[in-house]
């Protein structure tokens, strides 16, 4: 079936420092794949999202990267700051399915 | 103020008991989500509804029930056959057409004692 695989799981980096998050998916026909960062005890936001029509996206300090070929896609978080800190989850989703399938999440740590 | 409100935040239950989440969308949005959250996991669907009186199971929909009779309303049941009901229980809402991110509710934190 439809998988979403995240790495790592866990992720600590100091302040300042970048930090990259790593996704792949098995059903070639998603074209749309968001990342949500949730912060705890709180609902997911997304931060930033990407389609297959496109093969990087920036935001300020936050990246994502698309590689159909190899069915992965990533997120860049330069010159991070402790309130960077959170979980982040991954997903991908083809058009006209309505659904989204969710990777495990990665718990970022930013130390001070 | 728009967005989706999921309330209570915390709800306590006996087991053996049913027990309704509510979610209420102000966004016009067609589609609507429940997701169940254990720790150290993603997020699992558990039914969605891409229009009024009208929604398909997810993954786990197992123990679970749902209704659509308002477009702004989606409340889930976890009725006394779910074996671990005790969760974090997250709302979501989307267009159908363009756009398709999901906007997320606040998350309730249901435990069953």
């Known amino acids: 079936g439809e998988n979403v695989e995240q790495h790592p799981s866990t992720l600590s980096v100091q302040e300042g420092d970048s930090a990259v998050i790593k996704c792949t998916y098995s059903?070639?026909?998603?074209?749309?794949f968001p990342w949500y960062k949730q912060e705890l005890g709180k609902g997911p936001q997304l931060i930033i999202d990407i389609r297959s029509n496109v093969g990087e996206k920036k935001d300020q300090r936050i990246a994502v990267t698309l590689n159909k070929t190899a069915k992965h896609f990533s997120l860049h978080i330069t010159e991070t700051q402790p309130e960077d800190s959170a979980v982040y989850f991954c997903?991908?989703?083809?058009?006209?399915?309505?659904?989204?399938?969710f990777g495990t999440g990665t718990r970022l740590k930013v130390l001070a | 103020d728009g967005g989706i409100t999921q309330s209570p935040k915390y709800l306590f239950r006996k087991e053996g008991q049913n027990v309704t989440l509510s979610c209420e969308q102000n966004?016009?949005?067609?589609?609507m989500y429940w997701y169940r959250q254990d720790p150290g996991q993603g997020l699992r669907l558990i039914y969605y509804s891409q229009i009024v009186n009208d929604f398909q199971k997810g993954d786990i929909a197992e123990g679970y029930s749902v209704s659509r009779e308002k477009k702004e309303s989606f409340p889930l049941t976890v009725t006394s056959a779910q074996k671990n009901p005790t969760a974090f229980y997250l709302c979501a809402s989307a267009m159908t057409s363009g756009s398709y991110e999901q906007y997320f509710g606040p998350g309730t934190r249901l435990t069953v004692t």
């Open positions: 966004l016009n949005h067609d589609a």
């Open positions: 997903a991908g989703s083809t058009s006209g399915t309505y659904k989204y399938i």
């Open positions: 059903d070639s026909a998603s074209n749309y």
